[in-house]
């Protein structure tokens, strides 16, 4: 019989909250999972090793991007499935793997759905599965973390965005896969394991979280002007073709800058730093998905 066992960020809520994600599990005969609820994200490692070290073979993961990308650095390399019910902000991850934001979908997923070897970005010892980057998103993000988010939702992120359009750009030396690749001027580095943000917004044409590969993208673009031509291009799909952005994929991206500059990996907002380390690790972890993926 499946081990089944639950982390869940307590702030977060869907339908009929947790209460009906307990519910929903009952229903398809896991009335015994391993239950733990965390206030904080970052709570969750301690969380999910308590879950392996209990024999978990699926770990419901039950929160935004945040807490997932804590449950994923802990599950990659081990034998257990990730179980995402999407329960944040922007749900990235599920979005682009195709998960519903719905609990009764969810968890049919989780218990009987298909099961996909994914890659996961590591960046400065920590993984990830979306997209990690320093600049313009960092700051954003963490302007717009806590109290803000929970008010405004995803227009946090607009007011906040507007704010950190006025960060001035730093320079930064970019090399992938041990040769150089950039030097100059820059005010967003991201790097993506999938392609789409919120809305369906594309980011990265190419990116696959199977491939085996990394994509990078840099933003020179200074000022509101600027900006708003990379943004409209971003919004129509075609990032690339913004004379302020240039785009590559990899497997190693070695990173240096000329002053500490915040960084984020998830929608996780993490310390300054002038040095960025970001590895590719190819089938890292196994996700439930929907089988029709």
Same mark, same amino acid.
Request: hydrophobic share 40%.
């Given at each position: 019989?499946?081990?089944?066992?639950?982390?869940?960020?307590? @702030?977060? /809520?869907? #339908?009929?909250?947790? $209460?009906?994600?307990? +519910?929903?599990?009952? &229903? %398809?005969?896991?009335?015994?999972?391993?239950?733990?609820?965390?206030?904080?994200?970052?709570?969750?490692?301690?969380?999910?090793?308590?879950?392996?070290?209990?024999?978990?073979?699926?770990?419901?993961?039950?929160?935004?991007?945040?807490?997932?990308?804590?449950?994923?650095?802990?599950?990659?390399?081990?034998?257990?499935?990730?179980?995402?019910?999407?329960?944040?902000?922007?749900?990235?991850?599920?979005?682009?793997?195709?998960?519903?934001?719905?609990?009764?979908?969810?968890?049919?997923? @989780?218990? /009987?759905? #298909?099961?996909?070897? $994914?890659?996961?970005? +590591?960046?400065?010892? &920590? %993984?990830?599965?979306?997209?990690?980057?320093?600049?313009?998103?960092?700051?954003?993000?963490?302007?717009?973390?806590?109290?803000?988010?929970?008010?405004?939702?995803?227009?946090?992120?607009?007011?906040?965005?507007?704010?950190?359009?006025?960060?001035?750009?730093?320079?930064?030396?970019?090399?992938?896969?041990?040769?150089?690749?950039?030097?100059?001027?820059?005010?967003?580095?991201?790097?993506?394991?999938?392609?789409?943000?919120?809305?369906?917004?594309?980011?990265?044409?190419?990116?696959?979280?199977?491939?085996?590969?990394?994509?990078?993208?840099?933003?020179?673009?200074?000022?509101?002007?600027?900006?708003?031509?990379?943004?409209?291009?971003?919004?129509?799909?075609?990032?690339?073709?913004?004379?302020?952005?240039?785009?590559?994929?990899?497997?190693?991206?070695?990173?240096?800058?000329?002053?500490?500059?915040?960084?984020?990996?998830?929608?996780?907002?993490?310390?300054?730093?002038?040095?960025?380390?970001?590895?590719?690790?190819?089938?890292?972890?196994?996700?439930?998905?929907?089988?029709?993926?």
């Amino acid at each position: 019989m499946t081990k089944v066992a639950v982390v869940a960020h307590s @702030g977060k /809520t869907l #339908g009929d909250g947790l $209460l009906g994600l307990r +519910r929903a599990l009952e &229903e %398809r005969g896991v009335d015994k999972p391993l239950w733990a609820e965390v206030p904080k994200s970052r709570k969750a490692p301690k969380q999910v090793e308590r879950a392996l070290e209990w024999g978990a073979d699926v770990v419901f993961a039950w929160g935004g991007d945040g807490l997932v990308q804590q449950c994923l650095n802990e599950l990659a390399g081990t034998d257990a499935a990730l179980a995402i019910v999407p329960a944040g902000t922007a749900n990235l991850l599920a979005t682009n793997l195709e998960i519903p934001k719905d609990i009764e979908k969810a968890v049919e997923i @989780g218990l /009987t759905g #298909g099961r996909r070897r $994914l890659d996961v970005g +590591r960046l400065n010892g &920590e %993984r990830f599965g979306v997209m990690a980057g320093a600049g313009f998103d960092a700051s954003m993000i963490s302007d717009a973390d806590g109290t803000l988010k929970d008010h405004l939702g995803r227009a946090a992120y607009v007011w906040t965005g507007a704010r950190a359009l006025r960060t001035k750009p730093f320079k930064a030396k970019i090399a992938i896969d041990g040769a150089s690749w950039y030097s100059g001027k820059a005010s967003c580095i991201l790097v993506g394991n999938v392609g789409h943000l919120s809305g369906g917004v594309e980011v990265f044409e190419r990116a696959e979280p199977d491939d085996g590969m990394l994509d990078i993208g840099v933003v020179t673009a200074d000022g509101l002007m600027q900006w708003g031509r990379t943004l409209a291009r971003t919004a129509a799909g075609h990032p690339d073709r913004s004379p302020f952005v240039r785009v590559t994929s990899g497997r190693k991206f070695d990173v240096k800058l000329d002053r500490k500059v915040r960084y984020e990996l998830d929608g996780g907002d993490r310390v300054k730093t002038k040095e960025l380390k970001v590895r590719i690790e190819p089938k890292a972890v196994t996700i439930c998905v929907p089988r029709a993926a």
